[in-house]
């Protein structure tokens, strides 16, 4: 059988997850991992504010892929594979417990990323992969059925078998040397930022989250329900996170200038509002309208939406006139905000775009239009929303390239 090379192009969690693998499915295989930085496993050691959230508590493939702007369908079948069961189980297997959050994100028990860190360098050791930092991948050529990988100081290594798991470029000119390989490589753009809103009176409101508001991007059909955090300088949580990533091709086409409209009371419509209005009217009608907030919105998002509708605080319900109460309504129910620019967020981002999918057997996550080429990770056209489904994504597909190639000789 003889023994052969495979060359992991990228540091960082799907070629851990591939080199490891593959190296422990058949041990006739030489794993060498290649990182251009200093540094292994960066984003995981960063990722989650430095606790690694490393997938979700999500049990049904159909559930799984409703989080994925782009690859939902590749996944759909590249889970069967190796979904977020296996992944749990793995790390188990290697004495990594990992703790569900309210929210169904999955964290180590540790609380550390340094605990994924530590396992996966640990499986690096006990298989004998070998890591070359401080080397760039610039250029790949087949000749005679061999990879000859070239470094960007021109020295290079010739490998049987290679898996690309360079990560997201987020500049088309980066994925040129992929390219060259004949892969088509869809334009990248961010996604999971937050959006600015400079000047707007709401951020000063900042600190304030509302557990559920519906956010709706005005002319398009992008809509999202969830926690809203209010910051100084715009909107963040879930529900915009989210927006921004089913968004990230469309904002990014209007260079992130566009208007929202918040529903801050999402289980009504200004219809039903106006009808529990009546209701509420009557019921606290002696009561000053400051006082009674009668939606359990926070107190100062309160304040604001009556100021924002001009409205006295201390007047009474039964004082509120009809034109005030119809404002009070529509800015509870449909109020509408100017976004300019974007910020990223802090405890996960990603880059949409990157190796079509189409040219990529989700079977094997190996290359349709070269042999022995192999991808993994967020280099694909794949990303997900928060939650730890960008790391699932890794796993899942450096696991799969790992034993196409371990059972392939
Ligand atoms: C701050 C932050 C927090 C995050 N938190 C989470 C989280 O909690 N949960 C979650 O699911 N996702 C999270 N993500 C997203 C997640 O980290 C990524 O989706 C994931 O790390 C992608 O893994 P990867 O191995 O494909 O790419 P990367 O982790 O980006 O690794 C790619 C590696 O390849 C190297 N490389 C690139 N080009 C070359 C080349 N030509 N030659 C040699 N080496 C090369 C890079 O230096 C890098 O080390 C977070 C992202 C960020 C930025």
Not at 313 to 336: F, G, H, V
């Amino acid at each position: 059988m003889g023994t052969k090379k495979l060359l992991v192009i990228g540091g960082g969690a799907a070629g851990f997850f591939c080199a490891v693998n593959a190296a422990r499915l058949n041990p006739q295989l030489e794993v060498i991992i290649v990182e251009k930085s200093n540094k292994l496993l960066s984003k995981v050691r960063v990722s989650g504010g430095g606790r690694c959230n490393v997938t979700h508590s999500c049990f049904s493939i159909t559930e799984m892929i409703k989080k994925y702007p782009r690859g939902h369908s590749f996944l759909k079948k590249a889970f069967y594979h190796f979904f977020t069961t296996d992944t749990i189980q793995w790390f188990s297997e290697r004495q990594v417990t990992l703790k569900t959050e309210a929210d169904g994100r999955m964290f180590p028990v540790t609380d550390s990323s340094e605990t994924i860190v530590n396992c996966l360098v640990q499986e690096v050791n006990l298989y004998g992969v070998q890591i070359i930092l401080n080397k760039e991948v610039s250029q790949l050529l087949l000749l005679n059925n061999q990879w000859k990988v070239v470094f960007a100081n021109d020295s290079n290594l010739v490998a049987d078998y290679v898996c690309v798991a360079s990560g997201g470029y987020p500049k088309a000119l980066q994925s040129e040397w992929l390219q060259k390989l004949g892969h088509t490589i869809n334009a990248p753009t961010p996604s999971l930022f937050t959006f600015n809103m400079p000047g707007n009176s709401i951020t000063s409101l900042m600190g304030i989250s509302v557990d559920n508001a519906a956010v709706k991007i005005i002319g398009s059909k992008l809509q999202e329900t969830g926690p809203l955090l209010i910051t100084h300088w715009g909107m963040s949580g879930p529900c915009i996170l989210k927006l921004s990533a089913w968004g990230a091709k469309e904002l990014a086409a209007c260079n992130y200038k566009f208007s929202i409209m918040v529903n801050w009371l999402p289980s009504y419509n200004e219809q039903s509002l106006k009808e529990q209005f009546q209701q509420v009217r009557f019921k606290f009608a002696a009561q000053k309208i400051v006082n009674r907030n009668p939606f359990s919105l926070p107190l100062r998002l309160w304040q604001y939406l009556l100021q924002q509708s001009g409205i006295n605080e201390s007047i009474r319900w039964a004082d509120l006139p009809a034109k005030e109460q119809n404002k009070l309504i529509k800015n509870c129910c449909s109020q509408e905000f100017s976004i300019s620019g974007k910020t990223t967020f802090k405890e996960e981002f990603v880059t949409a775009g990157g190796v079509d999918l189409a040219e990529v057997d989700y079977n094997t996550l190996q290359s349709k239009i070269v042999p022995n080429l192999y991808f993994a990770g967020e280099v694909l056209n794949i990303d997900g929303v928060t939650g730890g489904f960008n790391f699932q994504s890794a796993w899942t597909t450096g696991f799969i390239a790992a034993k196409a190639i371990a059972g392939s000789f």
